[in-house]
């Protein structure tokens, strides 16, 4: 299967984007 470049940057930040929330809820959590 072939991906642009331009859909494996914005797959990549979404990946980021949801460990950054898992993160964010597991702060909130703690605190």
């Known amino acids: 299967m072939h991906?642009?470049?331009?859909?494996a940057i914005f797959d990549n930040?979404?990946?980021?984007?949801?460990q950054?929330?898992?993160?964010?809820h597991e702060y909130d959590g703690n605190s």
């Open 20 to 24: 950054l929330a898992a993160e964010l």
């Open 13 to 18: 930040r979404g990946d980021a984007g949801r």
């Open 3 to 7: 991906i642009n470049r331009e859909q």
